[in-house]
């Protein structure tokens, strides 16, 4: 059953940057690019390095350890080391909060 | 002043190879794949840190080439006599010492922001420095991941007891290249060993193939060439200056980390910072800022030096020179030749937090 989960307020996340949120043993990131706002697994396929210390490019979120690469919009890995896309998650803003679907 | 210590508890001699029973016994214990020490740095500071710009690889590397193709063609102009010597010595040093930095920075994709600018000299770099893209992608990955642990680092330079003999061939390339073109050969008839089947993807495999033939193609051409016209110049321009030029990476390679601890989850204890010179940190690009490199890779090669001055308080001293890195480095490998448990445990500065424990296993 789907739910939607307050991960937290819009502002916490400068432009251009991912945020980690932890919840119920899960670990996601949240990324803001231009007022849209994204959501993927905390996780690097790879290694499971916790993103949200990599670096946020356009729509591409670096891995801080091998820096392989994801386009967070679509999850898409984009070349070795990361050979698995990453899980996206749908998000939206309610009263300047920021809220992910969990399936 | 570090400490020079000897670990009793460890058996030698230990199998340091991919497949053995210190990979089961690393993963086993929590030292594969684990979470590593990283020194407090806020998130808007690392930001500017990490941040890509194409301006300082592009200048270096039409620097890089510049010079390569000024010091090849006066070379060139000049064979075969003795005059000729300086120009391939520096071009020596920029094809098989250059390259190993270039093959290293572009393969992290930290060099340029553009990425196909760092695909192509990633490509380039590696064909001169006989490391196969794909192979050389995934093992220094693990590197990262595990470096300097037993049974898990397929980069450790000097295994204990360390083999003098063999890094001092390979000044001039002499074991290296020749195991490099062995294995582009083998490569090329699509085979693989069991440590590199441990780290390669099964998926990436068929790009490690495709590769090792276009370069057999490129060196049996030069081979022809110096066969068609009765000189060996071809080869001084393509594949030789892997040997005759090797020593600076290796000079600069061995102060990585080798005398340092093993088997260690804070890369403040097995990487070596150390100070050189402005022509060696251009040829080496700034790889001498190697526990900075470690703890934090994402950062470009040209932003080192400032990522230097804000994890300075939380390290051990850095050498001072090439020639303070290898007064510790020489002594200390003379010593393991008899005492293979000793190394050199480095000394925090009271403002640095303490080192992470690491987990050891249960004899």
């Not at chain 1, 980690?20 to 994204?38: N, P, W």
């Amino acid at each position: 059953m789907a739910e939607w989960i307050r991960a937290c307020a819009t502002d916490d996340i400068e432009d251009e940057d991912v945020i980690r949120f932890d919840h119920a043993g899960q670990t996601f990131a949240l990324y803001r690019k231009d007022d849209q706002f994204y959501a993927t697994a905390g996780l690097c396929t790879h290694e499971k390095v916790h993103l949200a210390d990599g670096l946020v490019m356009d729509y591409v979120i670096e891995c801080p350890k091998h820096n392989g690469r994801f386009d967070y919009r679509t999850g898409a890995a984009k070349g070795a080391p990361v050979c698995i896309n990453l899980k996206t998650y749908p998000v939206k803003i309610d009263g300047g909060d920021l809220y992910i679907e969990i399936g | 002043m570090n400490e020079h210590v000897s670990n009793p508890s460890v058996h030698f001699p230990r199998d340091y190879s991919l497949t053995g029973p210190l990979n089961q016994q690393a993963v086993e214990i929590g030292l594969a794949n684990a979470e590593w020490y990283k020194t407090e740095i806020p998130r808007a500071r690392m930001k500017e840190l990490m941040k890509r710009s194409d301006g300082p690889a592009t200048r270096d590397t039409l620097l890089w080439f510049g010079l390569m193709i000024l010091t090849a063609a006066i070379g060139s102009y000049l064979w075969p006599s003795l005059w000729c010597a300086p120009f391939f010595a520096v071009y020596g040093v920029l094809y098989g010492s250059a390259s190993d930095s270039r093959w290293h920075e572009c393969g992290h994709g930290t060099a340029f922001k553009t990425p196909w600018k760092n695909d192509a000299v990633y490509q380039i770099a590696c064909f001169m420095i006989a490391r196969n893209p794909v192979v050389w992608r995934w093992s220094h990955s693990r590197h990262h991941t595990d470096t300097i642990i037993v049974g898990r680092d397929p980069e450790i330079a000097a295994m204990r007891p360390p083999d003098i003999f063999r890094l001092a061939l390979n000044l001039f390339g002499l074991i290296d290249f020749p195991v490099a073109l062995m294995a582009m050969l083998r490569y090329s008839a699509g085979l693989l060993n069991k440590d590199e089947k441990d780290y390669i993807p099964e998926s990436e495999q068929s790009k490690v193939f495709k590769v090792a033939r276009i370069w057999t193609v490129i060196y049996a051409f030069a081979v022809a060439a110096c066969f068609y016209w009765g000189t060996v110049l071809p080869l001084m321009i393509i594949g030789l200056p892997r040997l005759y030029g090797a020593w600076h990476h290796i000079v600069c390679g061995v102060t990585q980390h080798v005398g340092l601890a093993e088997d260690v989850l804070d890369h403040r204890l097995n990487c070596r910072t150390v100070y050189m010179n402005p022509f060696s940190r251009f040829i080496y690009w700034n790889m001498n800022y190697h526990v900075e490199h470690h703890m934090f890779p994402m950062v470009p090669y040209h932003a080192l030096p400032e990522l230097h001055k804000e994890m300075l308080a939380d390290c051990p001293k850095p050498y001072s020179s090439f020639a303070d890195a290898y007064s510790e480095i020489l002594p200390t490998m003379i010593k393991q030749l008899r005492d293979p448990t000793y190394f050199v445990h480095r000394e925090l500065p009271p403002t640095a937090h303490p080192f992470k424990p690491a987990p050891v296993p249960a004899h």
